[in-house]
């Protein structure tokens, strides 16, 4: 089994800073894409930013310049640096993995983190 917990969520005040982290553990040969979506009340899941195991990033418009994408292969964990954030950015920020295991590749999700942006 695989498990991706996040952790860094909080609430903020606009124009703040917040860090999150997902790390993946388990039964993991290795990990192809890593990334960030977000579900706000009311709306569709999207994506934030994602990473290749290269580290080539490709983010959402909305939070390009203000959200950097990283993440450690060695520790198989996948980080958000956000900032400069916005009532807009309010949401459950979920972790999202394209797991290659033994024998097939798998998509896994965290269980979410809520990030509120709020005066």
């Known amino acids: 089994q695989v498990q991706l917990v996040e952790s860094g969520g909080g609430l903020v005040q606009p124009g703040g800073s917040l860090r999150l982290s997902c790390a993946a553990s388990?039964?993991?040969?290795?990990?192809?894409?890593m990334g960030w979506y977000r579900q706000a009340p009311g709306k569709q899941r999207e994506l934030v930013a994602a990473?290749?195991?290269?580290?080539?990033?490709n983010y959402a418009d909305s939070v390009k310049g203000r959200f950097t994408i990283s993440r450690d292969n060695a520790k198989n964990t996948v980080y958000l640096q956000m900032n400069s954030l916005k009532p807009e950015d309010t949401a459950v920020y979920y972790c999202?993995?394209?797991?290659?295991?033994?024998?097939?590749?798998?998509?896994?999700w965290g269980q979410g983190t809520q990030v509120t942006v709020s005066s």
């Open positions: 388990g039964s993991i040969f290795s990990i192809n894409a």
């Open positions: 990473i290749t195991s290269g580290g080539s990033p």
């Open positions: 999202n993995a394209d797991v290659r295991r033994r024998y097939a590749t798998y998509d896994y």
